[in-house]
């Protein structure tokens, strides 16, 4: 398990993205696809024309969210491609020449995509030049699918995601419940929310109590039961 407190700033920005392919325990799986970049007017971010000069290349940061514990970690990881994407770029099911598109990103806790997406153009004859040609941002928690369009300067970026709780989460994929009919409960899950619920003749906060058991009156209330923290 990676986590934040072994390495430096530096190490996590080099961290390859092999890594986000290791086994972990998750909660979720987001699938992110890459779709264009567009730069027609080949503008940096500061003002300047690399127009047919400039080799560009980009590097994605992925903040996915670890579970160690039960405390929730935010992991940073690192795509860097050198292939040159030019000033305009469909991408089909890979990134350049390395990595597949779409990318999966697994998740703990509450459903999450952050990620930014950074375009590095060298010029061709004088490679010592460098600009910063576009720098784009995105942070969103609590949604299952969206289409991106996002600006930077005068360049474009569009990509598109969907995600999935993993077997036995509900909800925002925070809310696990696992169905049982045993001595340890009687129920079924909302297939919603994850809230439990009672089979005929159980009632309690896990469904473990007969209803009429001990001479008690019958529990006839099938609302779901909500699982406590």
């Known amino acids: 398990m990676l986590l934040m407190g072994q390495y430096s700033s530096n190490d996590i920005r080099t961290i390859s993205f092999v890594a986000l392919f290791y086994q972990v325990l998750s909660e979720g799986t987001v699938s992110l696809h890459i779709q264009s970049y567009n730069n027609p007017a080949s503008r940096s971010l500061e003002g300047d024309v690399c127009a047919g000069q400039c080799v560009n290349t980009f590097t994605i940061t992925l903040f996915t969210n670890i579970r160690v514990g039960g405390t929730v970690l935010e992991e940073v990881r690192r795509i860097q491609s050198n292939d040159d994407i030019g000033d305009m770029e469909s991408f089909s099911s890979t990134l350049g020449t390395q990595w597949d598109n779409p990318l999966l990103i697994n998740f703990a806790g509450k459903v999450r995509l952050k990620f930014t997406l950074s375009v590095i153009g060298v010029e061709k004859n004088y490679p010592n030049n460098e600009y910063a040609m576009a ?33 036995d989460y509900y909800g925002t994929c925070e809310q696990m419940c696992v169905p049982r009919d045993s001595d340890a409960g009687h129920y079924t899950c909302n297939s919603s929310n994850g809230d439990k619920i009672c089979m005929d003749g159980w009632r309690g906060e896990e469904c473990e109590k007969a209803e009429n058991a001990g001479g008690g009156g019958s529990n006839t209330d099938s609302s779901p039961i909500t699982e406590n923290d």
């Not at 969103?140 to 077997?167: D, H, K, M, V």
């Open 135 to 167: 720098s784009f941002v995105y942070n969103q928690t609590g949604e299952f699918s969206n289409r991106i369009t996002l600006q930077s300067g005068s360049a474009t970026l569009t990509a598109s995601y969907n995600a999935s709780c993993a077997a």
